[in-house]
């Protein structure tokens, strides 16, 4: 994994192990994003040789965990958290509440009527 770790992170919000792990996450996916497409596309072109395939296959079977999409998830840029996010403000439901109420968020006010 620490071959992943940047030197210098460039998150614009509060540093959390799960945020720096996830935007590690994020960062590898889209360096490695290319490769991936052009093996994917080889393992499943039927046109191709049978020993092509199974070798693009076998070399996406052996890329790192974190090149994978599925790996990174949405958390919250205040705290952290991995649920209740918004994805439009990047916030956990309490945090965006909090925010929006003190009039941190542009455009966001309480709802009344």
């Known amino acids: 994994m620490s071959m992943f770790r940047a ?4 998150l614009g919000c509060f540093v959390n192990v799960r945020n720096m792990r996830d935007h590690t996450k994020r960062k590898v996916f889209a360096e490695f994003e290319p490769e ?3 093996l994917r596309y080889m393992a499943r072109n039927t046109t191709l040789p049978a ?3 199974a070798q693009a296959q076998l070399e996406l079977t052996q890329m790192h965990a974190y090149t994978r999409s599925t790996q990174f998830k949405n958390r919250c840029i ?5 649920r209740g996010i918004m994805s439009d403000f990047k ?3 309490y945090q965006f509440r909090v925010n929006a109420i003190s009039g941190n968020l542009p455009g966001v006010k309480k709802a009344s009527w």
């Not at 030197?7 to 460039?10: A, E, G, M, Q």
């Not at 205040?78 to 991995?82: A, E, F, P, R, W």
């Open 91 to 93: 916030m956990s439901r």
């Open 7 to 10: 030197k210098k992170l460039d």
């Open 51 to 53: 020993r092509v395939r």
């Open 36 to 38: 991936r497409q052009a």
């Open 78 to 82: 205040m705290g952290g958290k991995g």
